[in-house]
């Protein structure tokens, strides 16, 4: 009878582990860009991991690394940092879920967008980061100007 119990405790004990296993897995596919502490927030506990990383303190996993690069230019950095704080502010959606013209980062394209791209083009200055650029090169050639500007208002 103890031989029968202990062989039924090891079984429950392997569907249990498989049970988590498989739960872990389907979690990680799953995961929010963002999150990438995975607990179901996008808060300052995800900009600390993010920043131990990049200083080299703390490694990612894959599925963490993969959350991590919110503005989904193939590398971790301070930018998406700073789109991980945006969104935690301000609720600015990331450039991975929105639409290009989205520069104001609003989860709308619209004439605020248009307004914004005007007045980087009037004043010649850059944007201060790069995945406002990005949303602003709407063809996609690598410049901003009137084509961009063409496009955005055919978007409206």
């Known amino acids: ?3 029968t119990k202990k062989i039924i405790a090891i079984i429950m004990l392997l569907v249990m582990l498989g049970i988590s296993i498989i739960s872990s897995s389907t979690y990680a596919a799953t995961r929010t860009v963002g999150d990438v502490n995975g607990d179901g927030k996008i808060n300052v506990t995800d900009i600390i991991k993010v920043a131990a ?3 080299g303190y703390k490694k990612l996993k894959d599925e963490e690394i993969k959350v991590a690069d919110v503005d989904e230019n193939g590398e971790i950095n301070k930018e998406d940092i700073i789109l991980i704080s945006l969104n935690i502010k301000s609720k600015a959606v990331f450039p991975c879920n929105t639409k290009k013209g ?3 980062l609003d989860g709308k394209v619209n004439v605020t967008d248009m307004v914004i791209l ?3 083009m009037k004043s010649k200055r ?3 980061y790069e995945f ?3 949303q602003a090169d709407i063809n996609g050639d690598g410049k901003i100007n009137v084509t961009d500007l063409i496009k955005l208002r055919k978007m409206i």
């Open 102 to 104: 989205d520069i104001n």
């Open 118 to 120: 005007a007045a980087y």
């Open 53 to 55: 990383y990049l200083k």
């Open 1 to 3: 009878m103890n031989k």
């Open 132 to 134: 406002y650029r990005n």
């Open 126 to 128: 850059d944007f201060k």
